[in-house]
Every structure is written in C-alpha cells, then in structure tokens.
C-alpha cells in the first residue's frame, strides 16, 4: 500500500481496525465466534496513533478490549481471526479468544479481562528493559475504570520512583461498562497521575490519530532519554455497548447527543472519500483472514492440559 | 435430621433463580433498613444479571449503589459498615474479582471477631457469580470456593437453586450473625424451579448440605449447577438401569454436612464428588478428607472425582467443552462407579439437557 | 485528676501513654508479655492530640502499632495489660495480643497487622454513621508506609466521592520498618491526597498534643457538618526500633542527629519539671494494672474454638 | 523412583536452613545477570532474617531493592520483568502478606503461560515466610500453601531442610522454567542441618516428594517443619516401642509425588496427614483425595490429620499452644493409630525438642 502522506497511513491503519470491528460485528451472530467481544469501535485512533511511534521492539500490555491495539502494534489479523474463532492457528492457539490477544514477536505483551491487572507487568516489563539495556520502551494502556483499583496507585508510585521508560495510556472513554466517571471517581486522572511526579497530560482529540500520534511521539522521545515515565490521558468514545456487538444508546446512561459529537469530529466518518480506495483492499484482507480462521483446524484434545506448568 | 426447615410457609410456585435472588434481595431491602447493596453495576438497568434490577429506584441510591472498581477497597468499606450497624450485601458479577479482595475477606472479614475476643460480629453476604461458558476463558470462570472454606471464619454457600436462595440468603440476612461468601452460577439464573422442592431431607439451618434424591448404589456430593446434572444423571440412570443413586447438595462448602455424606457413603459404599472448581484441594478433596477421617472401609471402590480440568480455561469450545464436566462424562462415570467395569453397557443420555444450556449460552455476561 | 489547664491536661495523657510504653520496654525480657510490641514511644502526641477534639462515640480504627491511640481513645490500662500478657481478662480475652488493640466500648474499633487494612474498614464505618445519622465520625489512623498500598487509594477515592465524616490520620515518621520514604514514595503525601478532593493540611508538630489537637478539631467540625473527609498528614518520630523495645540508631539506617532533633522539641523531655507531679499517679495506675495482668487467669482451652463464625 | 537426584556434588556440611537461603541467593546472582531480589528490607542490615544479609552491596542495587508496600503491584512488576527477560526472587517476610497478591499470583501468573496458548514463560520465585509463634497473632501465622495450590499453574513448595533449599532452589532458578511459590519456615531459619542429607528416595525433579525415612507400621506424610517434627517422634517411637513410621516430606504442595504416597499406604496401611495450615481443604484434604481415588481400600484405619484448630491464631501462650500441632499430640496420634487404640501404652517424649523452639522463640520478626 502507498499513502500520499503520513496522514492517510494513519487512516488507513484506523479505517482498517474500523472494518475488521464491523465485520466482527456482522458476523458474531453467526456463532462463528464464541467469546464476549469488546469492540474498540469509536477508539481506534488511539491505539493507531498511540502504536505509530513505538518500535517494533517496544513493547504494549492491553486490555480485554484490545482488538485495536492487537492490530495496531502489528499483531496478525489471521492469527487474530482465528483466535476469535477458537482455532488452533490463532495467537494463542485457540485458549484466548478476543480477552487474551497477544503477539509478542511484535510486542504486543498481553492482554487481561481483570481491570488494571496488566499495569504493573508494563512497569514490570519496563523495569526489565532498562536493567537489560535494550533501549525499548513499555506502554501500559488501560481505560478509566482501571485507575480507580489499588494496583494502578501501586504501579505508578513504583514506576515513577524508578524512572522507567513505561508510558501510562489511559483510554478515557468515560464510563466503566454503565458507569459514568462521576458515579467512581473523585479526582481528575491527569492531575491525579501528577501528584506521583509523573508528567502527564491530556489528549482531547482520542479521534485524531495524528494527535494522539503527536502526543505520543513526544512522550516516547523523553522515554528513550530516561527521563522516567509518562502519562497521557486521551479523550475518547466507545460507540458500541461495552461488551457485544449493539449499540445500547436506547437504554440512556449516556446521551444519543454526546455520541453524535463524537461522530461528527471522527476522521473516519469525515473523510470517507479520501479513504475510498482503501475499502477493497482492506476487504480483501478481512475475507482472507475470515476464509483462514474458518479452514483452521480446532485445537485437538491435547492441547487442553498443554502449557499448564 | 429427617425435618424439613423452613422459615417460612410459602406458596408452590415456579420462579427462576434469578426471581428468587431478585426477591431475596427485594424483602431484605424492604424488612431491615439496614441493609445495603454495593457493587459495580448493582444500580444499572442490567441489574447484576436481574438481581437487582430497580430496587435503586425503590430504595434510594443511598442504599443501593454503584462502586468504583476497587474490590479490596470495597471489602475493607463493606466491613466498617457492618462494625458500624449496617448489613452490606457486595456483589462480584464474577467469582474472579473477588479475588483481588482475598486480603479483606481473608484477612479481616474472616477474623475480625475472633481475633478481637469476639467483641464484634460482622455480619455480611458477598454475593459472586461463576461465570462459565461461552469463551470465558482463564479469568472469568473459577469457581473459588475451596480459597474461601479452607479458612476458619467464612461461611461459603453455593446455592443450587431458586429454593436455596430463598432459604439461605433469607435466613442469613435476617438472622445477621456471620460473614458469608456466596457462589452463584450464572447459568441458573435462567433455570426455572418448582418450589418448595419437595426436599428429602432439609438441614436444619440455612447451612449445611441437602439431601436431593434418595438412592442405594452410589453417592453423588454435587456442588451448584452440578447438582442439577447429577439429578439429571440420576433420574436417566434409574429409568435406563436402574441404578440409584444418592444426589447430596453440598451447598455450604465449608459446613458440609458430615454426617448426611457419611451416612450416605455408609448405606452406598461408593462415591462421586462433582464440583464446579479443580479437584486438587477443592470440594473433592475434602469431601475426601471427611470419609477418610472417618471411616474409609465404608468405601468399596475408589472415589471418583469430577471438576474442571487441571488447567486454567481455554476458550476454544472445542476444548472449554472437555474442560468442564458434562453430563454425559457425570453418567458415564457414574455408572463405571455402580457397575464396576468400564463396560457398564448403560446407555448415555443424549447429550442433551443441561449441557445444551452451556453450549447456547451466550450472555449477557 | 485535676489539671491547670488543657494543655497540662494533654501532656499528662501524653505522659502516661510514655510511661506505660517504658515500663512496657522495662518488663519485655521477663517474657511476661509474649507477643511481638511496636511501641509508640515518641509518637504519643499524635495520639493524645487526634483523640482529644473526639467524641467517646466517635471511632478510631488502627494499627498494630496502637497502644497510643487504644489508650487516647479511653480504652482500659489494665484490660491492654491483661492482653499483652494474653490472659482472659484482656480487651480480647488474650486472642488479641498487642497487634490487635481493641476497645469498642470507648470507639477504638480495631488495629491490624496487615499494613493499611484498616483503613477502608474507618471509610466503611463512616458510611454506615452517616446512613445511619448517629453523626459519629471516624478516624482512620496509619503510616506513612500505609499510603503506598493499593487499599489506601481506593479508600481514599471512595471517602472523597460519598463525602464521609472521616478524618485520615496519617503518622508519618518517614520509615517503614528500616526503609526511608525516599526508597517508596514518589509522591508527596499530603499532595497526593489532595489529588483526590479531599482538604489536607500538614502538621510538623507530631511531638506536640496541643498543636496536633487544634489541627485536628478544626478536621472535626468540618466533618460534622458534613463537609466530606480531611486528611491529615502529622509529622512525628519513632524513638525505638520498628518493633521490640530497643534503640537502633547505632544500625545507621537514619541518624542520631535526627532523633535528638526531636527529642529537644519534646515536650515530656522539656517539661520535665512541670509534669513531675503526675510521676506517681501515673506510676500507681500502672502498678495496678500489671497487678491486675498478672492475677488474671490464663484464657481456658475452649475458648480456642470460641467466636469463629 | 529410588536413584538420588542431584545437580550437582556437595561436600559434606553443617549448615543452617538461613545460610542456605543466602548462598542459593547469593550464587543465583553470580551465576546469572538476570537474577533480580526484589522486597521489603531484601537490602536492609536484617535481609530478610538474614537470608538476604549483605547482597545488595555485592550486587549492587539495581538487582537486589528494596519495595514500596505494595504486594500485588510488586508481584505484577515481578511477572512483567519475567516477561522482559528477567528472573525475579521476590520476598514476603510473612506468607500473610501474599494474600494481597492473590489476583496477580492466581489470575495473571498462573495463567500467563497457558492463556497466552504457550507464549510465554513467567519464570520467577516468590519467597514467603510462615511466621508461627510468639503471639503472631491471627494475621502473622497462616500457611496459605492450599489456597495456590489449589490453582493450576502455580508450583509450590514448602521446603523442610538446607538441602531443600539448595536443591530445589538452586534447579528451580537455574532451570527458569515455572513460577514457583514457596513456603519458608520461620523457625526452621535456625536449625541447622547435615547435608547432603543421606536422603532414602529423591524426586528425579526438583519437584515431587521426599522419602525422609523408611517405616512399615504408619505412613505420615507432613510438610515443612512438621517433618522434622515428625521425624522426632519418629525417631522416639522406634526407640520406645518399636513402631516405625515412614516419613514422607511433601516438599512439593502442587506436584505431590502420588505413586510414593500411594505406594507407602500400600504397605503400612495407615496414614496420617501433618500439615502447617488448616486441615479443611488443605494437603490434609488433598492426600486423602490421592488415596480415595487410587485405593481406599489401602487404608486400615481411618486417616488422622493434625494441622492449626480451625480458627485463626490467637496470641495468648495457653491457646497458641494448642492450636498448633505439638511433637507430643504427633507422637501420640501416630502411637494410637500404630497400636489401634487410644491407650497405647507408649511413653511420650519429654515436651522438648521443637517445641522448645517454638517456647523460646521471640524474634526477631
Ligand atoms: C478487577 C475487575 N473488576 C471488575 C471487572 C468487570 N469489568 C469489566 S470491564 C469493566 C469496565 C472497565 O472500565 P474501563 O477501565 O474504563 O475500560 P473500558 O471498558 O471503558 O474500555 C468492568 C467493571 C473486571 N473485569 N475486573
Ligand atoms: C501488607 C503488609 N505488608 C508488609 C508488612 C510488614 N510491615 C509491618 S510494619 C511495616 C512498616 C509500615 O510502615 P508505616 O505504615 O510507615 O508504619 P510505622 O511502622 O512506621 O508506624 C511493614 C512493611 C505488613 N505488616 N503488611
Ligand atoms: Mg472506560
Ligand atoms: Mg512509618
């Protein structure tokens, strides 16, 4: 693929999460799925930007919801169908299903359904980089809820205290599956974050992946000097339900309005001309990966007792 | 032993296990102004699965409210407010976060009363929920039970049924005295039940284990939903082959009715321990521990034990569906156990029933 | 007893809660009080100064280093003599020991050995005092060490979002066990807890109870009224090691020049003259509580399996 | 079974169960750049009741560092450094203190391995100490061996001499393979020990269970410092009357060796269980499972287990010491169940020996 200029790589990457994540959507009635999805429908930018200037050898701990930082840090979109689908080729040989994406030969570290669980392994893993000198850098990404459980404080009071080149990415879409922010949380994420020394700061435009890229690149750059570790909080907004393929608008815990906002400022409800041409090869990709997961074998029995220990 | 306990008269009825969890938490809510329920989500119009659907509308969110993710947190604040006169219903939608609160409950909830000369009682109920199937996977499916029991000062129950849940939590509620650790399975909040159940034998308090199905040739001690598996299992093998065999309700894990399942194995000399966690230090190993401490001649062939595979789980189907007991391995196993050969010519049900619920289950989680 | 003024009257609780804690130190090596002892010896101010402005109603929650705050709080000589000697007459019939100081009757509610554990079970008792209006408030007392847990963030964050009457009380005497604040903190307390919306002030007076008892009746008409949590951080200095009786300045893990620092602004030591006339009363009172200890019967085997569950 | 495993030859010593901590520590960091120790007080002048003394100097302390309190976020930087290439020892000066690292221990490092499909390896060790005697008290004094061991993918060891710790530590490090759990005693810290033990039967792995001494009237089968207790009264009541017991050293909670347990009830038909921690759901639960499954029929007399009463720990002298198992309660249980009944006739040991360590011990902490 060629692109006229960073700017529409950029897209092309966040329109090419937005189709696989649709086409999950499509398809998950079907059946041909059979674990709970998180879609990152409406925050792929975030993960797009934020993996744009991280190394291949930099390393990214997710969430459960990390369809889009799986594919952004350049994790196999086969090998990702296929895990979807429970089949031995996918990342994980069917035991992950869409919680547990990993790619490290990319460095996408893990990913876990316990809130904030992964935060510490990426100061952890950050810790390990600079006491092994390989210049890498860690990012640990996680939503808003997940700064309200203990072992965030834990892990950025020991993060900053060490200086390691871990940057903190919080996806803050807002809520925690129903819950407003309001209903959970009685600081501010950014200033709280800076009370531990940590230099934070707040990206509003969690749609632009440019922005984010541009927030990012800053903060990996002070990272690789050893100047300790970052934080940015980016604004963001999670179309879908929080787990499953519907939108849940009608129930209203959140307003049809504020969601509009956001689609009226997403890049890739704006531009869609300009990224035309990338729908057929993306479509392709995705039928591909698709047609892959479905002629992969399922895992064989003794698969189920392999790797325990 | 023998008397049916109830504490209260109730009409017959059928009502799904989440009614009665929705109906427990209603008139507690409703009798004692006390009472309190907090939990991610308790407020939300899913209502931990239905459970609590609109009592923060009918009681005030002052006692029915939503918490930050912070279940130690959550554990330690739910204690203090029991000190201070309240009774704090918690919920997990998942057994799994509740372990990030093991430090409270293991350390301070199980010990507040005897470590301070039992000058305090902190009455409570932690209600979890186990959240098998449909791709789970590693961390939203342990059932942690035996993490709870093994420690002196919590009282863990794994209700079974519509029935259970409307003895146990209404008598440990209205009764406040002690901690307890709930278990319950997400896939029988759909399940439907006659109730009362025409019990066989009732315990004589909301603890204590209950005798299901009467029979001569083998004991089953089933936990939660394998309960209604091994009733299931039960009622083919009789009809196919007349085999009989005994279903014990465990339901408190850690008061389990000694002499119910000694008396049992007595009679049938032969025993299955079905539960819904691992084997290893688990249900099976104490149910182990209670006949072997007693007397294991009773025994006249070796336990079999059935529990989720010894791995975390996968959530390939292909693999989740081997990963779990299914009723067709609990018939299997338990007609090998009365028969005494691997070729016990029995035929297996169709691997219909219970094991259909899993498969189609799909949420909402 | 009767006292010349307030101030004389917080000294001579400060004096007393000296002394029992020297004589404590004087019979340790007779093994007569079999159970581990971390001695507040230097750190009675804060305690004496915090449960000064306090209602018996009021409830102060702990920890293991409590033979302060049990005795401020109002809590029996003779009962805590009795539990160190682990007899049957102790405060908790001897199962309690000095880790776990206990007095509901005058509102201190508990102390753990579980560094910070207490705290959200202080949170937990205000929630409760203020759902039940009997406009009690609640002092949740640790260390500075205390607020690296990820509890203590979690309680904090809660206190703040429900605005409850408690007042955090943080004795920071710079070390946990041998380790100064700088090898685990990267934050500055009293900022951090402001991060949260919480209102916090500094005391560096922890070795003065008048001082401390003015911060700390200011806290306690604000959490009256309503006004949601306060949080106060008190400057203050462990004269003994961590736990047991002796002195360990010659270890060099923190300097001699420090503690004489504060044993010049310590009042006892200054006062000497002033106070000399409580030196037998408070003598007396100890005599006959260790006299009570020592009558006191052995708790009885059955009381082994007594008040489990 | 039967052939001595050993990585490598080690002339005969004296040494204490403390000094083989150290130098297991200390040669994990000379050997190997990516041995990290990471606790509270690993660098302080106690290091960690010595075992731990002087390290940080010699290593420098970017290896060997002091935490913040934070158990679970610390477990979490371990397995992330572990992930980045690292092997990380991390301490708890009491086993208590793991409980507030359950969800890191039991949800992510676990299953870090298996839910990832083989992907990664978490080598790493986490050192706890059991923290028994002199008025501990409720929270300083459990043994939370069952509760990890109840969870696939943990390893967990408890081991009961120097030459445990130098084996099992020295392969499990080298090897770095599997996250290992392990379980230290206190008292044990100061007991010195001959090595190599002239051991009768080693586990071909760092793993499994030891053969510490032949017997063919009763099997007991004990952990940690209940080995030597039992060894003790092993020891008396071959003198006194004759009985000989054999003494199965668990060693490894999570990977017992069955068929060695299997195949000493075999012979001697009685079975007693020791354990460290409560007896509900612990390795006394576990062992009787192992043999109810195989062959209850084995089994000649009830099984006895002594672990702690099941209650937390009080402080008070009098009850503390009937709430831990005693060298006289062992000796006299293992006598009952040796003649078959309660008046054996056998005289009891003088209350001395290990007791008297746990009487005389005051710290330090
Ligand atoms: C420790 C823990 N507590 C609760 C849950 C249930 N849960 C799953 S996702 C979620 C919301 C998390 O919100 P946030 O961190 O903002 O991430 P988002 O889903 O918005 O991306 C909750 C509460 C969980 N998985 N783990
Ligand atoms: C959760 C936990 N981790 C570690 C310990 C071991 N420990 C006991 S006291 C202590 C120091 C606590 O320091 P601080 O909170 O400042 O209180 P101080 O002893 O200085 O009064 C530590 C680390 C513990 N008891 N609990
Ligand atoms: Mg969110
Ligand atoms: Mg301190």
Redesign the pocket.
Known sequence: MTFADEREQLLYATLRIRRVEEHIARIYPDDCIQSPV?LSLGQEAVAVGTCAPLARTDMVFG???SHAFYLAKGGSLREMMAELFGKATGCAGGKAGSMHLTAPEVGFMGSS????STIPNAVGAAFAARRRRTNAIVVGV?????TE?GVYHESLNFAALHRLPVLFLC?N?E???HSPRSARQSYDITEHARSFGIAAKRCGAGFDPEVVRDAVAEAVLALRSGAGPRFIECATY?YAE?VGIGDDHQIGYRPLATCNEWRARDPLLNSRACLERFEAPIAAEIEDAVAFAEASPWPTPDALLRDVA | MGFAYRIEERPEEIITYRDALWRTMHDALARDPDVIIMG?GVDDHKGIFGSTTGLAETFGRERVFDVP?A?DGMTGVALGAALGGLYPIQTH?RCD?AL?AINQLVNMVAKYRYMFGGRFRVPMLVRTVIGRSWGQGAQHSQSPQALFAHVPGLTVVLPSSADSILETYGTLISRRQVPVVSLEHRLLYDVAFRIPVPALEWPQAPLGSILRRRGRHVTVVATSILVLEALRAAEHLSQAAGIEVEVIDLHCASHPDREMILASVARTGRLLVADTSWCAYGVAAEICRLVCEHDPSALRAPVVTIGMAAAPCPTAKTLEDLYYPSLHRLTDEIAVLARGRAKHGVELPAEASMADVYKKFKGPF
Chains 1, 3 share one sequence.
């Open positions: 998180h969430t459960y919801r359904a316990v809130v904030a996680f939503g808003d809820g997940a459980e996806e879409n809520f925690a599956v999670r929080h | 991610q993710l279940e939608i976060f990030l």
